[in-house]
């Protein structure tokens, strides 16, 4: 490891925001408010890519054509939204493999203790977590290459990705010490903006909205 620290030599690249929604179930109050209604100001400001997040959908299981019938659905909603694909760029993770394979790499440069400390696997695995799927718990690796693959230097999240977030910026920092490029790649900062940062649900008041709390509204 060399002894050169990862924030020494500043990045000098252009602004650019990613954010990304995963297609499953239908959009809630929550994905509007903390995400697609914040989507279409920030294109008016700086370069901005906004992913349908598929591969992140199959960290639980999903029935392959209704995931393509939700990724095509999630799309229109960008755009039903106000996002013009003439000014941002709109398309489906799974259709570049730079995010699995940028995954992998990240995936050995990030540490099973950072892992463990995540919240949201606790939280959705449940009680059950030996049955989890490895995905589900590697999920914040494949976040962290979504945003550096792209050199994204700001990320509009929720209260509750900010520790994702953060474990981003660990992964990367490490990254560039390991492989002595200091300021090759941007710390991207969070973006918590706006009325509703965590919309919570309307039928348990304690829990954040989901897509994937099962409900017939």
């Not at 100001?41 to 995931?67: G, K, N, S």
């Not at 694909?85 to 709109?90: F, L, M, V």
């Not at 489906?92 to 990030?110: D, T, Y």
């Not at 976040?143 to 994702?164: C, F, N, R, S, W």
Request: charged share 25%.
């Amino acid at each position: 490891m060399t002894d050169v620290a990862a924030d020494t030599v500043p990045y000098l690249g252009p602004e650019r925001v990613l954010s990304g929604i995963q297609p499953t179930g239908n959009l809630h109050l929550g994905n509007y408010l903390g995400a697609l209604r914040r989507f279409v100001p920030l294109a008016e400001r700086c370069e901005t890519l906004y992913c349908i997040v598929d591969m992140h959908a199959i960290t639980v299981w999903q029935d392959p054509a209704e995931l393509r019938r939700s990724t095509r659905g999630l799309a229109a909603a960008y755009i039903a939204a106000g996002l013009d694909p003439a000014r941002s760029i709109i398309f489906n993770q799974s259709q570049v493999p730079a995010h699995a394979e940028l995954a992998w790499i990240l995936s050995c440069v990030a540490r099973i203790g950072w892992m463990n400390r995540m919240t949201q696997f606790k939280e959705k695995a449940g009680k059950d977590r030996e049955r989890a799927s490895l995905g589900l718990y590697a999920y914040p690796a494949l976040m962290a290459a979504d945003i550096l693959v792209y050199k994204a230097t700001h990320v509009p999240v929720g209260e509750d990705q900010k520790q994702h977030l953060e474990l981003a910026r660990d992964i990367e920092q490490k990254f560039m010490v390991d492989y002595g490029v200091p300021g090759f790649l941007p710390l991207p900062e969070p973006l918590i903006e706006g009325p509703a940062p965590r919309v919570m649900s309307l039928r348990d008041g304690t829990k954040k909205m989901s897509k994937s709390d099962p409900s017939d509204y």
